[in-house]
């Protein structure tokens, strides 16, 4: 699999633009390729069918949604070579298919995680891994038990920023990170998921029965079925769709595990005609590491400059601002002229004279240094959802731990469960690192 990305680095202060080249090698597919199902095949999942597609010895050849037209276009998409089945269970019992990738609404990746495992499938399925906390336990050892590979689909963290991110904060360049920042920002109706409905949507083209599953029961509405991240029965809103994204780069990138407590906040200030989740949140996350996590979004503004998240060190800095990342030292000085010039002149004078005040503040009494600015990354070459899903199919051919296993996936969903939880209960919540659940 030919997989390069590569970023440019320029670096102010008068050093030289390099080229850092990303190269990964993969594992020769089997001779007779990987045959793959769509398990939900709506706007998210057909992305990854094109990109699934574009890998060698990848076919995509079942397809299932429970609106028909979405159906019908996947099967297009395969230039009709995919198979339209109305359950996704038939797809499973096919015994040529060799994975599945999962886009279903969140109410449905449990289900269809485990009986995916159980009939022997390797699986990607796309962020959030769960719906609940709980279910990350069962879709886990579900995982061990089967000895298949599951990878979850959150493919920021396969981007050559990323990984140049952390390996600056494992080299120290960062000194003690004590405060991370993190947000993702919108402001259009789409942005708010709400999105257009197909006017041949009906009885007739929906299967109505088919989205809900374990969800609730509920009379036939295309908007909860088109726009179903605005409904608490099949989605959890910001944190499970926008911090799940920032919450697996974050522990990628500081390799943390999950935080000690969460305390949120969420309103619905705007979208209420159309929204149950709220469409401002604001959380908090104290990790044991020895940091504190600011994740906030909002539907109502969507300043460029305020969407990326910002990893703050007693040494410096890096933010990361679309696909580029920026590395910023701290170069601190002291200056205390404003105190030490209310002393008597003489000992003030005394005090400036010493070599170590003048090693550590700079009132502009004696000569300047160069001192480095930044340093910016830019990614080049395709896009993170291939790469994600390259790396992918390189676990299921060396059976190796995905980049993003059933563990990782549970935690970061776990954090925007708690994240719910918090701000639903108006209480702080706590994690129980031993048992891998919420506290209490």
């Known amino acids: 699999m030919n997989r390069r990305q590569f970023m440019k680095t320029g670096i102010w202060a008068g050093a030289a633009t390099v080229s850092l080249p990303r190269r990964v090698t993969a594992a020769a597919a089997p001779a007779d390729g990987y045959r793959v ?30 609106y028909r037209g979405r159906a019908e276009r996947s099967k297009a998409l395969t230039d009709g070579k995919a198979g339209i089945y109305d359950d996704y269970r038939r797809i499973l019992d096919q015994a040529g298919v060799d994975a599945v990738i999962i886009g279903s609404p969140d109410h449905w990746h449990r289900q269809m995680c485990l009986d ?75 942005g708010a998921w709400l999105y257009p409905i197909p006017p041949d949507a009906s009885p007739q083209t929906v299967n109505w029965k088919q989205f ?22 099949y989605s959890g809103g910001i944190a499970t769709d926008l911090f799940v994204h920032l919450v697996t780069s974050l522990h990628f990138i500081l390799d943390a ?39 906030s979004s909002t539907f109502n503004n969507q300043v460029s400059s305020e969407s990326g998240f910002e990893i703050l060190g007693t040494k410096g800095s890096i933010s990361f ?11 601190v000085h002291e200056d205390n002229r404003w105190v030490v010039d209310s002393w008597p002149e003489d000992l003030a004078r005394e005090y400036y004279s ?20 930044r340093e910016v990354y830019t990614q ?6 291939l790469t994600h899903l390259q790396r992918f199919f390189e676990s299921v051919q060396t059976r190796q731990t995905p980049v993003q296993d059933a563990v990782a ?28 659940k919420v506290a209490g």
């Open 380 to 385: 080049q070459g395709h896009d993170d959802t």
């Open 116 to 190: 995916a495992l159980a009939a022997g499938k390797d699986v990607y399925v796309e962020k959030p891994l769960t719906y609940r906390v709980e279910e990350g336990l069962e879709i886990m050892a579900a995982v061990r038990r089967t000895g298949r590979i599951l990878q979850v689909g959150s493919q920021p963290m396969s981007s050559a920023t990323q990984e140049k991110a952390r390996e600056i904060v494992a080299s120290g360049r960062l000194g003690q990170i004590t405060m991370v920042r993190a947000s993702y920002n919108r402001n259009t109706a789409s």
């Open 321 to 331: 601002r679309e696909d580029s990342l920026m590395f910023t030292p701290e170069n």
């Open 409 to 436: 996936g549970h935690r970061a969903a776990a954090c925007a469960h708690m994240i719910n939880q918090s701000l639903k209960s108006m209480k702080t919540v706590y994690w129980d690192f031993a048992g891998e």
């Open 257 to 295: 595990q999950m935080p000690k407590s969460v305390t949120a906040t969420g309103e619905l200030h705007r979208w209420k005609d159309t929204h149950e989740v709220p469409d401002t949140v604001n959380g908090i996350l104290v990790y044991p590491e020895g940091f504190t996590l600011n994740l």
């Open 37 to 66: 199902g769509i398990l939900g095949s709506g706007a998210r999942a057909q992305h990854l069918l094109q990109a699934a597609q574009s890998i060698p010895n990848v076919e995509i050849i079942a397809v299932c949604d429970a």
């Open 212 to 233: 809900l599953g374990p969800a609730p029961d509920r009379p036939f509405d295309l908007e909860r079925f088109f726009r179903w991240r605005c409904y608490w029965d």
């Open 354 to 373: 010493k070599q170590e005040v003048q090693a550590r503040e700079s009132p502009g009494t004696w000569r300047p240094q160069m001192q480095l600015e």
